[in-house]
Structure formats: structure tokens, C-alpha cells
T-cell receptor, first 113, second 114 residues
């Protein structure tokens, strides 16, 4: 079974802090994704990566950056956390073929106070 | 641009009755369509997908979905609902020409009452 793990289930940070969310997958997938999930809005793509050191912006990249130094690991960085970044963050991975489904981690619920 | 609409925020059904969760989509090319389920405090789990071929797709846990190109719909169905099917369901679409970016609907909460 594909396993996608995220570094924290719950995280509380203060406004202005730098926040790192980490995601690791164990199935040698080329693609990795970061989404945020908000009630009524579904999932919105922040960034994705199709290879090591490669990244593309999703629908809502403002206020976020990403890093992919190794194939299995994809990090989401909030450079200066703000209260409107309080959300559930989901990481996913998939094979390179766009017909393949994505596999999701359990999510990190981030609260910025 | 690609988009997905799930017109119902919540669907209520009695256990043992058939259920339908609706999804309509918009793409400029050919669609790849997916359904995911999210149980409380869990990530999303893949249920089924339509890529090409037979319009009726069967997936996990007895769910199926019918691709209707003329109505641009991909409704999720199950003949007999279980209380354990209560969860949040997401429809997603990828345009054949749009690479690997999935667009998700807003989600529909399914409540199955005993």
C-alpha cells in the first residue's frame, strides 16, 4: 500500500512565524502535491512538484513556498504565517501518468493565532 | 479552465436505500474524473475513476459512478447505503490537456441514518 505521511496532525503557530510542513511518500511517486482544505471550498492546490527541485504553482500559491530536495519528500513553507492560513493542509502523491489517482496523507490541521 | 460543481452540501438517506451524490464538470478537452471519500479526521481515499471506455465505473465499497458526456455529469451511486458510508465525498476532474492538476468540487456530506 502507498503510504503518505505528514509530520504533524495538529500544529499551532503564532502570526509571523515561519512554518514548515513536511510530507513523505514511500512509493517512488514522481508527482507530489500540497492542498489546503476549507469548508465549502473543497481542496485547493497550492503547489505541486513533478520531479526533484521542480515545482509549479497551483491555484493559491501566495504566501507559500515549497521545497523538494529528495524524491520522497515535499515540504510546504509558510514564510510568515497569517491567521488566514489557518486551515487543513493535505499532501498527496501520484505516478507521473495523469490518469493515475492521487494518494493522500492524513492532513495537518494548522491554527495560526 | 476546468471546474467541478457538487450542487448539494449534504445528502441524507436512510440505511438500505439507494444513494446518489451529484457532480457536474466543465473542461475544454476530454475529462478524467475521480471520486474520493474523506472519513472524519482522515485524509482522502480514492474510490473510483473514469478515464475512457465503459460509462459505468465500479469502485471500492460497492460504489459506482456513471459518466454522462452530454450532461457533463459523473454522479456517484450505491444501491444500498450503509451507516458506515457517512462521510465527505469529493468529485474531481482533470482535463486531458491540462497535465497533472486536479480540480476538486466543494464536497458533499453524506449522512446515512439507521
Amino acid at each position: 500500500d502507498v503510504k503518505v505521511t505528514q509530520s504533524s496532525r495538529y500544529l499551532v503557530k503564532r502570526t509571523g512565524e515561519k512554518v514548515f510542513l513536511e510530507c513523505v511518500q514511500d512509493m517512488d511517486h514522481e508527482n507530489m502535491f500540497w492542498y489546503r482544505q476549507d469548508p465549502g471550498l473543497g481542496l485547493r492546490l497550492i503547489y505541486f512538484s513533478y520531479d526533484v527541485k521542480m515545482k509549479e504553482k497551483g491555484d493559491i500559491p501566495e504566501g507559500y513556498s515549497v521545497s523538494r530536495e529528495k524524491k520522497e519528500r515535499f515540504s510546504l513553507i509558510l514564510e510568515s504565517a497569517s491567521t488566514n492560513q489557518t486551515s487543513m493542509y493535505l499532501c498527496a502523491s501520484s505516478l507521473i501518468d495523469s490518469r493515475d489517482e492521487q494518494y493522500f496523507g492524513p492532513g495537518t490541521r494548522l491554527t495560526v493565532t | 479552465a476546468q471546474s467541478v460543481a457538487q450542487p448539494e452540501d449534504q445528502v441524507n438517506v436512510a440505511e438500505g436505500n439507494p444513494l446518489t451524490v451529484k457532480c457536474t464538470y466543465s473542461v475544454s478537452g476530454n475529462p478524467y474524473l475521480f471520486w474520493y471519500v474523506q472519513y472524519p479526521n482522515r485524509g482522502l481515499q480514492f474510490l473510483l475513476k473514469y478515464i475512457t471506455g465503459d460509462n459505468l465505473v465500479k469502485g471500492s465499497y460497492g460504489f459506482e459512478a456513471e459518466f454522462n458526456k452530454s450532461q457533463t455529469s459523473f454522479h456517484l451511486k450505491k444501491p444500498s447505503a450503509l451507516v458506515s458510508d457517512s462521510a465527505l465525498y469529493f468529485c474531481a476532474v482533470r482535463d486531458y490537456n491540462a497535465g497533472n492538476m486536479l480540480t476538486f468540487g466543494g464536497g458533499t456530506r453524506l449522512m446515512v441514518k439507521p
